[in-house]
Nanobody, 124 residues
């Protein structure tokens, strides 16, 4: 099986920074895309940033210029550097890995995986 574990969430004051990390584990051969989503109660989960295996990125308009997504393909990790945080960034942040090729014991399989989420709270 493949698992994603996020870390780095917490409480930060407005204007502050946080760095989220996502680690994928399992018999992984490759991961196509990695992304960060966020969700607040009562709203749909939204894409924050995504990065392809080749390094191309895309961001939600609301975080452009403030957030930076990166990945370490060798370590199957992704990161989200969040700067100039505002209370509107408060949410549970989820890591997503798409197009994960892994060895299941009976052959290679492809799936999409979500992490359990990490809470980011921006408040005084």
């Amino acid at each position: 099986q493949v698992q994603l574990v996020e870390s780095g969430g917490g409480l930060v004051q407005p204007g502050g920074s946080l760095r989220l990390s996502c680690a994928a584990s399992g018999s992984i051969f490759s991961i196509n895309s990695m992304a960060w989503y966020r969700q607040v109660p009562g709203k749909q989960r939204e894409l924050v940033a995504a990065i392809a295996s080749g390094g191309s990125t895309n961001y939600a308009d609301s975080v452009k210029g403030r957030f930076t997504i990166s990945r370490d393909n060798a370590q199957n990790r992704a990161y989200l550097q969040m700067n100039s945080l505002t209370p509107e960034d408060t949410a549970v942040y989820y890591c997503n890995a798409g197009g994960v090729i892994y060895y299941s014991g009976s052959g290679y399989r492809r799936l999409e995986v979500w992490g359990q989420g990490t809470l980011v709270t921006v408040s005084l």
